[in-house]
């Protein structure tokens, strides 16, 4: 079974969200359908469901491997290098 190489490194404890929603939706004018929130940095973005999928982009854009679900009631967490729930 693939595991996550990355998990062992990200902060403790979790870094704060920086916003609430994804800032970039908010200024496009879109809504997310779901938000994730990277593990390095606290960066909100929109899941790949979302018309502009603003996670994923945020990934790309900075190389942070890890995001967890930034959904009440959910707590899993995403590794975007491995391709495998963390």
Do not use: I, N, Y
């Amino acid at each position: 079974m693939k595991q996550c190489t990355h998990a062992g490194a990200l902060p403790h404890p979790e870094p704060t969200p920086l916003t609430e929603t994804c800032p970039e939706c908010e200024s496009a004018g879109t809504h997310p359908v779901q938000l994730r929130k990277c593990l390095e940095c606290g960066h909100v973005g929109c899941c790949d469901s979302s018309p502009m999928r603003h996670a994923t982009a945020h990934h790309k854009e900075t190389g942070h491997p890890v995001m967890r679900t930034h959904e009440p009631g959910e707590t899993w967490r995403w590794c975007f290098v491995d391709h495998v729930l963390v």
